[in-house]
């Protein structure tokens, strides 16, 4: 756009389009701290030529706000203003509630257990919840005759991400989001679970071998989504001693699964038509003096964990969810992983492709 500033108004002026969203978005990643995620969307000229015009969305920030030039701006009605300090206080402040209420969310998800009694194993806990829906956001596919088979294509569609497939360099994990088949109505919602899990979220033992491993993602009206998944731990036995066992930490599970239930909200994000922001939230028990697996090598890590929960929230805007997927598991779990001396393996799924 170029301003006619005779006539006060704006025309159309087509831009060489090479190189042009990188370079925006590479302002976007360097210039204001924290760095902004942005989408970007061409638009050719009629003439064919290169030229043309470029759209920049730029979602609600879930960390504003930004610096930039060590100054906070806010937007008036037609010009910018720098923010004073007691802005930037209540602006903080607002974020830090939203994530506290985050965390209550978290912590209820966690007390509501179905397992919380049976064995020794370590759980898995995310939860995440839209921070500007409707009440009613996700009754399309709550609400609908064929939500269960709605629900199986949504998990299946996950499952064939070639980009999720690659983050996590084709590894996986059991129980993942495809071993909840069974469908069950909720209060205000609907489930996956595995076997382990009755309708009325009771744990039902078949009285065989894996009979702790349950997974379970719940999907409410209102675009809440909760899982859980009771296998982040496992007894196994000493290489140099097979009669010696302990619980050993599963961290892959929780990169897994987290980068599978980002990919689901941005599924379910587009199917329902909501383009705002969500608050997430990563929780764990039954940790302390626990390490990671370490794939059997003889060189156990010594780095045992120091608590027995893990939490940790965060924002998560649309753009991330297209784009940062990788930024956003590091938030959540990158504590973790660091405490476990295990961040480093798994850098692809913690990165995004440039």
């Known amino acids: 756009m170029q301003e006619n500033k005779d006539s ?40 064919n030529d290169g030229t043309g015009y470029l759209i920049v969305h730029i979602p609600a920030s879930s960390v504003a706000p930004h610096m930039v030039d060590n100054r906070y701006f806010g937007r008036g009605e037609k010009t910018k203003y720098q923010m004073g300090d007691a802005q930037v206080v209540e ?97 205000r919602g609907v489930a996956r679970s595995s076997s382990g899990l009755g309708p009325g979220r009771t744990y039902a033992p078949e009285g065989r071998w894996g009979d702790e491993d349950v997974i379970e993602l719940q999907l409410f009206e209102d675009g809440g989504l909760r899982l859980l998944m009771t296998r982040l731990s496992d007894s196994l036995s000493e290489p140099r001693n097979p009669d010696a066992t302990e619980q050993v930490i599963f961290d892959s599970a929780a990169v897994v699964l987290t980068r599978q239930v980002l990919e689901l909200l941005r599924l379910i994000s587009e199917d329902v038509g909501y383009h ?39 924002g998560v805007t649309m753009a991330e969810l297209r784009e940062a997927q990788g930024a956003v598991t590091l938030r959540l779990l990158g504590p973790l992983l660091r405490s476990l001396d295990s961040q480093e393996l798994f850098t692809e799924a913690l990165a995004d492709k440039e």
């Open 8 to 47: 006060r108004t704006f025309e159309l002026a087509p831009q060489p389009l090479n190189g042009l969203p990188e370079k925006i978005e590479q302002v976007a990643r360097t210039i204001p701290d924290p760095p902004l995620t942005i989408l970007t969307e061409e638009i050719s000229a009629a003439a």
């Open 91 to 187: 602006l903080h402040a607002k974020r830090r509630n939203a994530e506290a209420d985050t965390l209550l969310l978290l912590q209820k998800h966690m007390e509501d257990d179905p397992l919380r009694d049976v064995g020794r194993q370590s759980h898995l806990f995310l939860v995440a919840h839209p921070t500007a829906g409707r009440r009613d956001m996700c009754l399309p596919i709550t609400g609908a005759q064929d939500w269960n088979v709605r629900m199986a294509k949504l998990i299946q569609r996950v499952q064939e991400s070639e980009v999720l497939r690659s983050a996590l360099a084709r590894q996986g994990f059991s129980p993942d989001l495809g071993d909840a088949h069974q469908g069950h109505r909720r209060a």
């Open 276 to 314: 705002g922001n969500w608050a997430m939230a990563v929780g764990a028990n039954r940790l302390r003096g626990r390490r990671r697996y370490s794939r059997q090598s003889v060189f156990r890590s010594n780095q045992r964990y120091s608590e027995d929960t893990y939490e940790e929230t965060t």
